[in-house]
């Protein structure tokens, strides 16, 4: 079993910035595909981007000039570095985590209860 742990969250005003960090517990032998999504006030699950085991990089095309992920050297940790903010990007981000699949495979599917591991995810507020 694999535990994420999200923390970075918090409130910031228009055009700032966060870094969220999401890192897993418990069965750590293997690499894992590990990414984040959101969700805001009223909306559906939104996908926002995933790192593969091989470095590749998959993010949603909204916040790609905006947002970057990343991974700490060869371990299953990853950050989100979100630059810009907009009201539009306040909600609850929750990393993810999947093995076995390329950053995009994991980006289309990840925001379905049966992908993977789920973290319980940290709140953004954009004024």
């Known amino acids: 079993h694999v535990q994420l742990v999200e923390s970075g969250g918090g409130s910031v005003q228009a055009g700032g910035s966060l870094r969220l960090s999401c890192s897993a517990s418990?069965?750590?032998?293997?690499?894992?595909?590990m990414g984040w999504f959101r969700q805001g006030p009223g909306k559906e699950r939104e996908a926002v981007a995933m790192l593969d085991c091989d470095g590749r990089a998959a993010v949603t095309e909204s916040v790609q000039a905006r947002f970057t992920i990343s991974r700490e050297n060869d371990k299953n940790v990853v950050f989100l570095q979100m630059d810009s903010l907009e009201p539009e990007d306040a909600g609850r981000y929750r990393c993810a985590a999947t093995w076995g699949l390329t950053a995009s495979e994991a980006l289309r599917i990840m925001t379905r209860p049966d992908f993977g591991y789920w973290g319980e995810g940290t709140q953004v507020t954009v004024s």
């Open positions: 418990g069965n750590n032998q293997r690499c894992y595909d």
